[in-house]
């Protein structure tokens, strides 16, 4: 998918605009995440739900769904799938967490 798709697609899904575009921007060029995002995109459950906002707790389900269905399964999944898609080792994207 396009970015214009993929915007389009987590639109349909109500994931929340700002937090749409930083996920197509990380899945389509490699721009890392904030720490939210890098935890959900590495499969970190408490931290997510301890740095999300308020908008993106309220659509937790909608920004995983949208992660596990349209964004490539090579990007997410683990902390070292994440470090390798940005181009960050896994100590550089320990320390940006912090």
Not at 10 to 21: F, G, K, S
Not at 29 to 40: R, W
Not at 42 to 62: I, K, P, T, V
């Amino acid at each position: 998918m396009n970015r214009e798709q993929l915007i389009a697609k987590a639109a349909e899904i109500e994931v929340p605009e700002l937090t749409a575009e930083t996920l197509v921007d990380y899945a389509l060029d490699g721009t890392p995440t904030g720490g939210f995002l890098q935890a959900v995109l590495s499969n970190d459950l408490f931290e997510a739900y301890g740095r999300a906002d308020d908008y993106n707790m309220a659509a937790m389900r909608q920004i995983v769904e949208f992660v596990y269905n349209s964004l490539p399964s090579e990007c997410w999944g683990s902390v070292e799938r994440v470090a390798g898609w940005t181009g960050l080792n896994k100590h550089e994207l320990a320390n940006e967490e912090r």
